[in-house]
């Protein structure tokens, strides 16, 4: 079984993602406290907050609205675009988020939002964002991280929940970062690659979607962490997915389950499930599972480690990274490189600068 020869791992994953993935809790760690020292806007007459970022750069957002939602007394949007919505003006704050801080809908969200009087604070480890803040004398997150952006998620979270806390919207959340860095620490003594099929939770749920097409679903504060699920099976094992969010799944997606019949059989819904989630939500959590079931849907059901709601969110996003790189494993991919992305993003270029 592939998945327990894990000596062959490092010649599938030159770049080291697995290492990244086992970081994961320490870089949580660092980059709350990195995000102690850096200098904030006032957050006096702040109506409203925009984190601007896209793909790996904005899943960090997602966490921290999801998570932050429920205390902090004014909206704030996650925005994945050009520009930026029509609401954002003197009283709001932007965050940017990117990684490479090269990313064009982010540097265009930067410029839009100086445009609109805006207050803004930039989070990237360099590039043209990180040249733009200081031009403009925009505070700047720089944070320090060689690999991809979506092993950065620490950091795109870890600052962003920093920023919302020492604005003053959060509870000081320093317990339930600690709790969440011990619980996943705690639970990936199971999950790593030394460890047997047979014991490892996230190898056989790779095993479970080897010749799938994965649906993983989430509520509340698990809702990003299924998307996080679905973009980690995309970019490290390079295979199909979808995620969706409860209970909004309860009201279409279960109507559309019966067709097409031949594509059933192949089909592997993975439920996330939270003992901090709504009661009424972990009620459609199983009774979604059993419709699916009868169906004839393959399903599983992850449930969040931890006490808090922050250990939940990150010891099922731990336990997701996990399955998308011993996935990645089973089909012998790289993990790491990106070629599509970066393609995609060459030819964009091109045509702009009129190349064929
Ligand atoms: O994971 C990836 O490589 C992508 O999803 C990138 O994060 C995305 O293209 C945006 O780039 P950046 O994070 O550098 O802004």
Redesign the pocket.
């Known amino acids: 079984m592939i998945l327990d020869r894990w000596e062959e791992f490092q010649e599938k994953d030159p770049g080291n993602m697995l290492a990244e993935i086992e970081h994961l809790p320490e870089q949580l760690k660092k980059a709350w406290s990195l995000g102690q020292d850096m200098p904030l806007q006032e957050s006096r007459r702040i109506r409203n907050v925009v984190l601007a970022?896209?793909?790996?750069?904005?899943?960090g957002a997602d966490l921290l609205q999801a998570y932050a939602l429920s205390h902090v007394p004014i909206p704030i949007i996650v925005w994945r675009n050009y520009a930026l919505p029509a609401f954002v003006g003197k009283e709001s704050l932007v965050i940017l988020?990117?990684?490479?801080?090269?990313?064009e809908?982010?540097l265009s969200a930067f410029d839009h939002a100086l445009e609109t009087g805006a207050k803004l604070i930039a989070v990237?480890?360099g590039?043209e964002?990180a040249v733009r803040a200081k031009d403009a004398g925009v505070p700047l997150w720089q944070f320090e991280h060689v690999g991809?952006?979506?092993?950065?998620v620490g950091y795109?979270f870890g600052l962003l929940l920093a920023a919302i806390s020492h604005m003053g919207w959060l509870p000081d959340p320093v317990e339930e970062v600690a709790d969440a860095v011990a619980s996943m620490k705690d639970q990936q003594v199971a999950l790593g690659a030394d460890v047997p099929i047979a014991q490892n939770a996230a190898k056989r749920v790779a095993g479970q979607l080897v010749g799938r097409w994965p649906t993983f679903i989430g509520a509340d504060f698990l809702a990003p962490v299924a998307r996080r699920w679905r973009?980690q099976v995309s970019?490290i094992a390079k295979a199909v997915a979808q995620f969706e969010e409860l209970p909004e799944a309860d009201h279409n997606l279960v109507a559309g389950v019966p067709y097409p019949e031949e594509l059933i059989p192949k089909m592997m819904v993975i439920f996330l499930k939270a003992s901090h989630y709504h009661p009424r939500n972990q009620l459609r959590i199983d009774v979604t599972r059993e419709v699916l079931m009868v169906e004839g849907f393959n399903t599983d059901l992850f449930q969040a480690q931890g006490k808090s709601r922050l250990a939940q969110q990150w010891t099922t996003l731990h336990f997701g990274d996990y399955v998308s790189y011993y996935l990645a494993m089973s089909y012998g991919v790289d993990p790491s490189p990106?070629p599509a992305?970066?393609e995609l993003?060459r030819r964009i270029k091109d045509l702009t600068e009129g190349k064929s």
């Open positions: 970022g896209m793909g790996g750069s904005a899943i988020s990117s990684h490479s801080g090269n990313t809908e982010t990237t480890t590039g964002l991809q952006p979506r092993a950065a795109s973009t970019e990106v992305i970066e993003k």
